[in-house]
């Protein structure tokens, strides 16, 4: 099964890991939905319990998610296995746990120690493997300070190593300068991803864990013109007769046959271009159900794609799409 290591740390973890975003349910920034519509905490513990048996062994969070939920349910599952497995959370929304509203930012150095205390709790844990400021866009002139308190942290064993989850090259690397830095999450898949971001990931030692790495379900093929998402979902104002999401579709008919190829399915394949794309990227698609946690892993037996089927990709994305990965 194929593994990756976790930049700096060393540590090796699974190809893929599960990104958590979706199992905290709804939530909300001022009236716009920022989840992925209702969830069932069953399916959700169900779904963690198949990852674990499957091999998974990387998981990432926020505390923001559900606004703590996501991170509480993460607890009820892998707090007995803590050993086990490698966790990643993150810091810097300001929330309301039982309004499930959003309401500001911080990475002030005691917001900073408040929500690593808070997150530990949820978690039902001592340390957090990787710890992630979740701000995207923080000022650059602050972000010493941020080092400065999380380097302060790893001191104190609340945290093991810490990254940055932005799409700026300037950021990520702004950030490699932290001794314990190991990793700058990023959003990257066929269709979208800052490539000089991934450069310093790759020249700073670090892994790029890929969000978004199915392109929010869009790279699973499960979408046509007509569908339609509810309105406490985050995609809920996607149009797929007009505009990007519509590029995208009609780009994903025309790359369909290399993605599925070797008896992959298009998820698999879309998980597969990224292992090909580089060698520290660690995708985590998001998930509900213990079937999609079952398809995501299978790919990680199959492992990348070949030079051949990744040259083909490029030449049919710049046909396609005007885009050339």
């Given at each position: 099964?194929?593994?990756?290591?976790l930049?700096?740390?060393g540590?090796?973890?699974?190809g893929?890991?599960?990104?958590c975003?979706?199992?905290?349910?709804?939530?909300?920034?001022?009236?716009?939905p920022?989840?992925?519509g209702?969830?069932?905490d069953?399916?959700?513990?169900?779904?963690?319990?198949r990852?674990?048996?499957?091999?998974?062994?990387?998981?990432d969070?926020?505390d923001?998610?559900?606004?703590g939920?996501?991170e509480r349910?993460?607890?009820q599952v892998?707090?007995?296995?803590?050993?086990?497995v490698v966790?990643?959370?993150k810091?810097?929304?300001i929330?309301?746990e039982?309004?499930?509203?959003?309401t500001?930012a911080?990475?002030e150095?005691?917001?900073?120690r408040?929500?690593?205390e808070a997150?530990l709790?949820?978690?039902?844990?001592?340390?957090i493997d990787l710890?992630?400021?979740?701000?995207?866009?923080?000022?650059?002139?602050?972000?010493?300070?941020v080092?400065?308190?999380l380097?302060e942290?790893?001191?104190?064993?609340?945290?093991?190593?810490y990254?940055?989850?932005?799409?700026?090259?300037?950021?990520?690397?702004?950030?490699?300068?932290?001794?314990?830095?190991?990793?700058?999450?990023?959003?990257f898949?066929?269709?979208?991803g800052n490539?000089?971001t991934?450069a310093?990931?790759?020249?700073?030692?670090?892994?790029?864990?890929?969000?978004?790495?199915l392109?929010?379900?869009?790279?699973t093929?499960?979408f046509?013109?007509?569908s339609t998402?509810?309105?406490?979902?985050v995609?809920?104002s996607?149009?797929f007769?007009?505009?990007e999401?519509?590029k995208?579709?009609?780009?994903?008919g025309?790359i369909?046959e290399v993605?599925?190829?070797?008896k992959?399915?298009?998820?698999?394949g879309?998980?597969?271009?990224?292992w090909?794309?580089?060698?520290v990227?660690i995708p985590?698609?998001?998930?509900?159900?213990?079937?999609?946690?079952e398809?995501?892993?299978?790919?990680?037996?199959?492992g990348a794609l070949?030079?051949?089927?990744m040259?083909e990709l490029d030449?049919?994305?710049a046909e396609?799409?005007g885009?050339?990965?």
């Amino acid at each position: 099964m194929l593994q990756r290591t976790l930049g700096r740390s060393g540590i090796e973890v699974s190809g893929l890991g599960l990104g958590c975003w979706a199992i905290g349910g709804p939530f909300w920034r001022g009236n716009q939905p920022v989840g992925w519509g209702e969830v069932d905490d069953n399916q959700s513990r169900a779904a963690l319990e198949r990852a674990l048996e499957l091999g998974v062994t990387f998981f990432d969070t926020s505390d923001v998610y559900g606004c703590g939920h996501s991170e509480r349910i993460l607890g009820q599952v892998l707090a007995e296995r803590r050993k086990q497995v490698v966790i990643a959370t993150k810091f810097g929304n300001i929330f309301d746990e039982q309004t499930r509203r959003i309401t500001g930012a911080s990475a002030e150095p005691t917001h900073i120690r408040r929500a690593c205390e808070a997150s530990l709790r949820r978690l039902r844990s001592e340390y957090i493997d990787l710890y992630q400021l979740h701000i995207g866009n923080y000022d650059l002139a602050r972000v010493d300070e941020v080092l400065e308190t999380l380097e302060e942290l790893v001191d104190e064993g609340k945290i093991r190593w810490y990254g940055w989850s932005t799409d700026d090259p300037a950021r990520a690397e702004a950030f490699s300068r932290g001794p314990h830095c190991a990793a700058i999450q990023q959003r990257f898949n066929l269709f979208e991803g800052n490539a000089q971001t991934l450069a310093v990931c790759e020249e700073a030692g670090l892994a790029s864990v890929v969000r978004g790495p199915l392109a929010q379900g869009l790279l699973t093929g499960k979408f046509n013109e007509d569908s339609t998402l509810p309105s406490d979902d985050v995609r809920h104002s996607w149009d797929f007769h007009q505009g990007e999401q519509a590029k995208r579709l009609q780009a994903l008919g025309a790359i369909r046959e290399v993605l599925s190829a070797d008896k992959r399915t298009l998820a698999q394949g879309a998980l597969a271009w990224l292992w090909a794309r580089s060698k520290v990227t660690i995708p985590i698609p998001g998930f509900k159900r213990v079937e999609q946690v079952e398809e995501n892993a299978a790919a990680m037996w199959s492992g990348a794609l070949s030079s051949d089927q990744m040259a083909e990709l490029d030449e049919l994305m710049a046909e396609a799409y005007g885009r050339q990965r």
